[in-house]
């Protein structure tokens, strides 16, 4: 099974960075997800991870270390709309996506 | 449009009502997926289906059933509902593969009452 942590809430203001912390422990790990979730909606995907190191896409990047059991996803320039919650998942070898509970992200103008 | 699509939207029954969800997916996407949604719980997986004609069980399936005669409908259906089973429903799906990002429907919001 899967263990995530990530914390529940944070809060940034608009232009800052913000960091999101992921935690796991796995019995079989076969890639890291970031989606977000704005309220009322479903998630969409923002971010894979399965090779240790940084992937960037624009505003979001996103790490890991396999060792550690550890991601981040990393919020640059942070605009109003980014206020939502951000969930970090864990794939398994079955192909099987759990999720931590989520954090949720305020942007103060 | 592609994607997925759940029915109903939103849905208020009575316990002890038998329940079907519908969702159907146009993306030839071979992988399935039903999660529910409660506040500080984050997403749990119901039930999962890699390929037309198989099913598995995900961390939270009792008083779930599901079936996948063909690539496109993945129906989850709750035999007797019960309050606790009060939440919001997404499906989605997924290529097995690579990446294997998946793809979420709008949420089916059931209130057992």
């Known amino acids: 099974g899967q263990n995530i942590d990530q914390p529940t809430e944070m809060t940034a203001t608009e232009g800052a960075i913000v960091q999101i912390n992921c935690t796991y422990q796995?019995?079989?790990?076969?890639?890291l997800f970031w989606y977000q979730q704005h309220a009322g909606e479903a998630p969409t995907f923002l971010s894979y991870n399965v090779l240790d190191g940084l992937e960037e896409k624009g505003r979001f990047s996103s790490f890991l270390s396999r060792s550690k059991g550890y991601s981040y996803l990393l919020l640059k320039e942070l605009q109003m709309k980014d206020s939502a919650s951000y969930l970090c998942?864990?794939?398994?070898?079955?192909?099987?996506?759990?999720f931590g509970a989520g954090t949720t992200v305020t942007v103060r103008a | 449009i592609a994607g997925i699509t759940q029915a109903p939207t939103s849905q208020i029954l009575a316990a002890g009502r038998r329940m079907t969800l519908r969702c159907t997916q146009d993306m030839r996407h071979n992988a399935m997926y039903w999660y529910r949604q409660d506040l500080g719980l984050g997403l749990r997986l119901i039930h999962y289906s890699n390929t037309a004609g198989t099913t598995g069980k995900g961390e939270v399936p009792d008083g779930y059933s599901v079936s996948r005669a063909n690539t496109d409908d993945f129906p989850l259906t709750l035999a007797s509902a019960v309050p606790s089973q009060t939440s919001v429903y997404f499906c989605?799906?997924?290529?097995?593969?690579?990446?294997?990002?998946?793809?979420f429907g709008e949420g089916s919001r059931l209130t057992v009452l």
């Open positions: 998942a864990v794939r398994d070898r079955d192909y099987k996506l759990s």
């Open positions: 796995t019995s079989g790990f076969n890639g």
């Open positions: 989605a799906s997924s290529k097995t593969g690579e990446s294997g990002e998946l793809f």
